[in-house]
């Protein structure tokens, strides 16, 4: 059985963000210049990650992938004419995906702390209802500096105390202006639930004699 997200226990994982940097004048391919670990805290329905550590990410990166970004896509899409895209190949059953495209004054997806417009996909495992994926492609304004600002998400099975959670698994962010790229690649793992850990230790024997 797979629980929605909503409905998941206490828990924290590790974020791994990898950036990936590029200069279009003088290199050819991005190039590897920074990791970063740090830990996101899922609690009564509410997701906590380390501000002063997301501070030293550069460029484009996601956000709010434990609820927050879920509901982004949600709300957009209600409003966003969703239509029916295609069928995706899943691991047992296929996916599906919907595309929705919403203007800029009706958007929740923020890119320099403005309300950008983009195209958006969600992915459904129709089986369960789980969101598989989500991909935000930003329709940036000409006199900006940024060209592109486009995020997607990935999520999958985790199994936490012996039931399986639909959880993020996979990010990537990509940004760029005339002259830089920024690539962050975004993998959570070690997902532990809360809780104390308890044994009862057998009474040790008494000799009498």
């Known amino acids: ?7 998941q226990p ?3 994982a590790t974020r791994i963000t990898t950036t990936y940097r590029r200069n279009f004048w003088k290199e050819p391919t991005p190039k590897k210049v920074k990791r970063l670990l740090s830990t996101v805290v899922y ?25 927050p970004i879920l509901g982004t896509a949600m709300l957009d899409a209600a409003k966003g004419n969703l239509t029916w895209r295609r069928w995706q190949e899943g691991p047992v059953t296929p996916f599906a995906v ?7 004054n009706h ?27 989500l991909v ?6 000409k006199d900006g500096r940024l060209v ?7 999520y999958g099975p985790i199994e936490l105390g012996g039931r399986t959670y639909t959880c993020p698994l996979h990010g990537i962010a990509v940004s760029h ?15 532990h639930l809360f809780g104390t850990r308890m044994r009862i230790l057998p009474a040790p024997l008494i000799d009498h004699q």
Request: charged share 20%; glycine share 10%; proline share 2%.
């Open 1 to 7: 059985m797979t629980t929605a997200l909503h409905r």
């Open 10 to 12: 206490n828990f924290y």
């Open 43 to 67: 609690r009564n329905g509410n997701e906590q990650q380390d501000a002063k550590e997301m501070a030293k990410i550069q460029g484009l990166t996601t956000s709010g992938e434990f609820g």
């Open 98 to 104: 919907f595309r929705y495209v919403v203007t800029a």
């Open 107 to 133: 958007s929740h997806y923020e890119v320099d702390g403005k309300a950008t417009g983009y195209v958006g996909e969600i992915t459904i495992d129709p089986s369960n209802g789980a969101i598989q994926r």
């Open 136 to 141: 935000f492609l930003a329709d940036m304004p």
């Open 148 to 154: 592109t600002a486009d995020i997607a998400v990935e």
């Open 177 to 191: 202006g005339f002259t830089l790229m920024w690539l962050n690649e975004i993998s959570f793992n070690r997902y």
